[in-house]
């Protein structure tokens, strides 16, 4: 393709020019001040849905892969090399070419910002933090389907990225930035007065660059983050660390920046809203399906919502003994009867970015004494909770609380029998 020629040579022409020279980055402390001066003006490249849809700073992307970075660093001041991961990739039903919505790859998506685009790859540079994107093109076939393929200069400004280009150049980027950042290392040796015999190896470089994959375990699911690969990896399989990214961006994600925590405040506000429409549409006689698409057509209408955070829960009376009801086998399927309690757990995400929301409230619109004295148990326990909350405080402590409020709830509207101990004395036995 025409296109795919022209963003080749481009890279040709960048990788030509890294072999006589390094291209001068600025230091990774301007970078993030940089782009968190943009992320406070809500300037530069900007993410948004439309119409009235939060706006999104991509800059904010850049402070993620700064603080990776910089993790990384703070693990081992001489890392360097390459930080390598895959994207999502744009999976279709079983043996139909229907193609479900594609959701970016969280890990992914937290340094690149790429929701939109699938079957990518993303490299940062040690230790300079340098990002590229590496995305596909396609055939005329693909194309006359599915549109163009992407304009890699547009992507690169959308992106707010420092290069873009073809997947299939990957390989041999991969190959010569190894060999760019090696090389460095001994031309800044010789350049400090060391002579060959004076480097390890003899012109072989003190520490050899590494290929940073991302492997580890999500303890909620048992799942594995999956290590990019590409046709020609095993080449590194002698410098490849799968240990040191995980470690780094995963803490990292747990901080967030001002930035993010705007964009959640706008996400759990929509779903808030959301859950309010909801409450007043639900009757008696409806299905517990239409109070979920009641959610999903109020989010994605007036917040631009395309994803659930997670399956709806929308469990009315007896499928509120069921946790994560809603799913396969249990889909939402009850109708609403007088003198129900509907149990919602439902959020939405914005650009990635999730909310969580679970709230309580009779169908008839009125609580009867015992399900008012559970709600209120329960309540008790989350203004504990929040008044507890501050930097410092354990969550295992915030925990306890919680369940030592519902506790002294339950008790006292009878459903359980303290047997005349106290309510420490109970919890000791418990």
Same mark, same amino acid.
């Given at each position: 393709?025409? +296109?795919?020629?022209?963003?080749?040579?481009?890279?040709?022409?960048?990788?030509?020019?890294?072999? @006589?020279?390094?291209?001068?980055?600025?230091?990774?402390?301007? !970078?993030?001040?940089?782009?968190?001066?943009?992320?406070?003006?809500?300037? @530069?490249?900007?993410?948004?849905?439309?119409?009235?849809?939060?706006?999104?700073?991509?800059?904010?992307?850049?402070?993620?892969?700064?603080?990776?970075?910089?993790?990384?660093?703070?693990?081992?001041?001489?890392?360097?090399?390459?930080?390598?991961? $895959?994207?999502? !990739?744009?999976?279709?039903?079983?043996? *139909?070419?229907?193609?479900?919505?594609?959701?970016? &790859?969280?890990?992914?998506?937290?340094?690149?910002?790429?929701?939109?685009?699938?079957?990518? %790859?993303?490299?940062?540079?040690?230790?300079?933090?340098?990002?590229?994107?590496?995305?596909?093109?396609?055939?005329?076939?693909?194309?006359?389907?599915?549109?163009?393929?992407?304009?890699?200069?547009?992507?690169?400004?959308?992106? @707010?990225?420092?290069?873009?280009?073809?997947?299939?150049?990957?390989?041999?980027?991969?190959?010569? $930035?190894?060999?760019?950042?090696?090389?460095?290392?001994? &031309?800044?040796?010789?350049?400090?007065?060391?002579?060959?015999?004076?480097?390890?190896?003899?012109? $072989?470089?003190?520490?050899?660059?590494?290929?940073?994959?991302?492997?580890?375990?999500? *303890?909620?699911?048992?799942?594995?983050?999956?290590?990019?690969?590409?046709?020609?990896?095993?080449?590194?399989?002698?410098?490849?660390?799968?240990?040191?990214?995980?470690?780094?961006?995963? $803490?990292?994600?747990? %901080?967030?920046?001002?930035?993010?925590?705007?964009?959640?405040?706008?996400?759990?506000?929509?779903?808030?809203?959301?859950?309010?429409?909801?409450?007043?549409?639900?009757?008696?006689?409806?299905?517990?399906?239409?109070?979920?698409?009641?959610?999903?057509?109020?989010?994605?209408?007036?917040?631009?919502?395309?994803?659930?955070?997670?399956?709806?829960?929308?469990?009315?009376?007896?499928?509120?003994?069921?946790?994560?009801?809603?799913?396969?086998?249990?889909?939402?399927?009850?109708?609403?009867?007088?003198?129900?309690?509907?149990?919602?757990?439902?959020?939405?995400?914005?650009?990635?970015?999730?909310?969580?929301?679970?709230?309580?409230?009779?169908?008839?619109?009125?609580?009867?004494?015992? +399900? !008012?004295?559970?709600?209120?148990?329960? /309540?008790?326990?989350?203004?504990?909770?929040?008044?507890? /909350?501050?930097?410092?405080?354990?969550?295992?402590?915030?925990?306890?609380?919680? &369940?030592?409020?519902?506790?002294?709830?339950?008790?006292?509207?009878?459903?359980?029998?303290?047997?005349? !101990?106290?309510?420490?004395?109970?919890?000791?036995?418990?």
């Amino acid at each position: 393709m025409p +296109q795919k020629s022209k963003n080749m040579s481009s890279y040709g022409a960048r990788s030509g020019a890294a072999a @006589g020279y390094m291209m001068k980055m600025p230091p990774l402390a301007d !970078k993030r001040a940089a782009a968190e001066a943009l992320c406070s003006t809500c300037s @530069g490249p900007i993410y948004s849905q439309g119409l009235n849809t939060f706006k999104v700073p991509m800059a904010m992307f850049e402070v993620n892969r700064a603080k990776v970075v910089q993790s990384m660093l703070e693990q081992d001041p001489s890392a360097k090399g390459l930080i390598l991961l $895959e994207g999502g !990739k744009q999976t279709t039903r079983y043996d *139909t070419d229907h193609e479900p919505v594609f959701r970016q &790859e969280s890990y992914f998506h937290y340094l690149f910002g790429a929701s939109q685009y699938s079957d990518c %790859f993303g490299t940062l540079s040690l230790p300079d933090g340098e990002a590229t994107l590496f995305v596909p093109t396609y055939g005329v076939d693909v194309a006359t389907v599915c549109g163009a393929s992407p304009d890699f200069e547009f992507v690169k400004v959308e992106l @707010g990225l420092e290069y873009v280009y073809d997947v299939v150049d990957l390989k041999a980027f991969v190959e010569r $930035e190894m060999k760019r950042l090696d090389e460095t290392e001994i &031309e800044s040796s010789s350049s400090d007065g060391l002579n060959n015999e004076e480097k390890k190896g003899g012109g $072989e470089p003190a520490t050899k660059s590494k290929l940073y994959l991302l492997k580890g375990l999500n *303890t909620d699911s048992g799942n594995f983050a999956t290590p990019a690969s590409f046709e020609g990896i095993d080449k590194f399989r002698d410098v490849r660390d799968d240990e040191s990214l995980f470690r780094s961006i995963s $803490e990292s994600r747990v %901080f967030k920046s001002s930035a993010e925590i705007d964009i959640m405040r706008y996400t759990n506000w929509v779903s808030s809203m959301a859950h309010v429409e909801v409450m007043r549409a639900a009757k008696p006689g409806m299905m517990e399906y239409q109070l979920e698409s009641l959610f999903q057509h109020h989010t994605y209408t007036h917040g631009g919502c395309r994803h659930m955070s997670y399956t709806c829960i929308c469990a009315c009376g007896p499928s509120a003994n069921i946790l994560h009801y809603g799913h396969a086998g249990r889909p939402n399927s009850r109708l609403l009867e007088e003198g129900m309690i509907a149990l919602l757990d439902m959020g939405a995400e914005y650009k990635c970015y999730a909310s969580d929301i679970t709230c309580s409230f009779p169908i008839s619109g009125s609580f009867t004494d015992d +399900q !008012k004295s559970i709600y209120e148990a329960v /309540l008790a326990a989350q203004i504990k909770v929040i008044a507890m /909350l501050k930097p410092g405080v354990s969550w295992l402590d915030m925990h306890r609380e919680a &369940e030592r409020e519902i506790l002294k709830g339950l008790i006292g509207c009878g459903v359980l029998d303290g047997g005349g !101990k106290d309510l420490d004395e109970v919890i000791e036995t418990m």
